[in-house]
């Protein structure tokens, strides 16, 4: 059976001039740069949270026998899958965007830090990328990362880390999987676009070699992890709750789809997206680090909290820093003997 995507992937739904990408860049809205108006962020509501000191994991104290993960930021999670250790999207510099001479960044700044710098992570396996996106694949933070760990890159992207020194770097395709560190690790579709910059080719455009965007199914020991990436509302993780017992952990995005819907999930879409792929738990992602121009930094949380109303020990967390441990019952409330 094919599975199609609900939301329009047409040139003309996504963002894709160079006007939207320095919009993107510059934190306002499309419309708003197209009028020449100013567009500012609604009022921020998570002053309190942004101020005061924010939760440390200690990945020190994390037992290899165990899946265990915290949110660093933005899309950034560190997961211990029973040994293995992943860091996903890793972006731990204070502003992404156009480097321009090496002397300043022309893009969004942080509105919080990372819960962790680099330096105070353990030793790192597996670094998952999940599209070309400069919040999601941060080149200054690669070039400082251990050059003996894989990355794993999606189609048509290692060009972007050529040169850096990696021994280990693996690009996938949709349906592609690999084995790395004891671990399985598959390439899924999402709903989303590719490009680093507006005019190059994507595969969102119906260019095969283009540019591509994962989202990653990683496998050990008879449990499963979806760390999605980004992506807008669709049906590529259906086949997942068809095939796989359960996801016991889904690293989902919740947050900018405020104005951009067409390229990013809301929190109300994210659960449906779970259910379909009978995920768990749910690790919120994609929220609290870069202001949206019309979306107020907790919104997201507070939208996925009423989603989940009825059942809200799925959230695995809901802070940044904070870690989150499989519980050992956990086949007992999945129905699994």
């Keep these: 059976m094919q599975i199609v995507c609900v939301t329009p992937t047409s040139t003309s739904s996504r963002g894709f001039s160079r006007r939207m990408f320095l919009a993107s860049l510059l934190g306002v809205s499309f419309p708003a740069l197209a009028a020449g108006e100013e567009r500012r962020p609604r009022q921020i509501k998570a002053s309190a949270i942004l101020t005061s000191d924010p939760v440390r994991p200690d990945p020190a104290s994390w037992m290899d026998t165990m899946l265990t993960a915290s949110w660093l930021g933005h899309s950034t999670v560190l997961l211990n899958m029973f040994g293995t250790r992943v860091l996903t999207d890793p972006v731990f510099t204070g502003q992404v965007g156009i480097n321009?001479?090496?002397?300043?960044?022309?893009?969004?700044?942080?509105?919080?830090?990372?819960?962790?710098?680099?330096?105070?992570?353990?030793?790192?396996?597996?670094?998952?990328?999940?599209?070309a996106h400069m919040d999601h694949m941060d080149l200054r933070t690669i070039e400082?990362?251990?050059?003996?760990?894989?990355?794993?890159?999606?189609?048509?992207?290692?060009?972007?880390?050529?040169?850096?020194?990696?021994?280990?770097?693996?690009?996938?395709?949709?349906?592609?999987?690999?084995e790395c560190a004891g671990m399985r690790i598959e390439a899924i579709e999402v709903n989303h676009i590719g490009w680093r910059y507006p005019w190059e080719?994507?595969?969102?455009?119906?260019?095969?070699?283009?540019?591509?965007?994962?989202?990653?199914?990683?496998s050990k020991g008879g449990r499963h992890v979806v760390f999605a990436g980004d992506t807008a509302y669709c049906e590529f993780f259906r086949?997942?709750?068809?095939?796989?017992?359960?996801?016991?952990?889904?690293?989902?995005?919740?947050?900018?789809?405020?104005?951009?819907?067409?390229?990013h999930a809301t929190p109300e879409q994210t659960v449906e997206m779970c259910n379909q792929m009978k995920a768990r738990y749910i690790l919120?992602?994609?929220?609290?680090?870069?202001?949206?121009?019309?979306?107020?930094?907790?919104?997201?949380?507070?939208?996925?909290?009423?989603?989940?109303?009825?059942?809200?020990?799925?959230?695995?967390?809901?802070?940044?820093?904070?870690?989150?441990?499989?519980?050992?019952?956990?086949?007992?409330?999945?129905?699994?003997?």
Excluded: C
């Design 100 to 131: 321009v001479l090496g002397m300043f960044v022309i893009g969004p700044k942080r509105v919080s830090a990372p819960a962790l710098s680099l330096g105070e992570l353990p030793a790192i396996d597996v670094v998952l990328i999940s599209h």
């Design 144 to 178: 400082q990362l251990d050059r003996n760990l894989t990355l794993i890159l999606p189609a048509g992207t290692a060009d972007l880390v050529e040169g850096m020194g990696f021994a280990d770097v693996r690009e996938l395709d949709w349906g592609e999987a690999t």
């Design 201 to 218: 080719p994507d595969r969102s455009r119906g260019f095969d070699y283009g540019r591509s965007y994962n989202a990653y199914l990683l």
């Design 239 to 263: 086949p997942l709750g068809e095939r796989l017992p359960r996801v016991d952990l889904a690293i989902m995005p919740i947050g900018g789809y405020e104005p951009w819907e067409q390229n």
């Design 284 to 337: 919120p992602v994609h929220w609290l680090t870069f202001a949206s121009p019309s979306e107020d930094l907790l919104e997201p949380i507070v939208r996925l909290r009423k989603a989940l109303a009825d059942e809200p020990e799925r959230i695995a967390l809901d802070a940044l820093g904070q870690t989150w441990t499989l519980p050992e019952d956990s086949s007992e409330r999945t129905g699994e003997e």
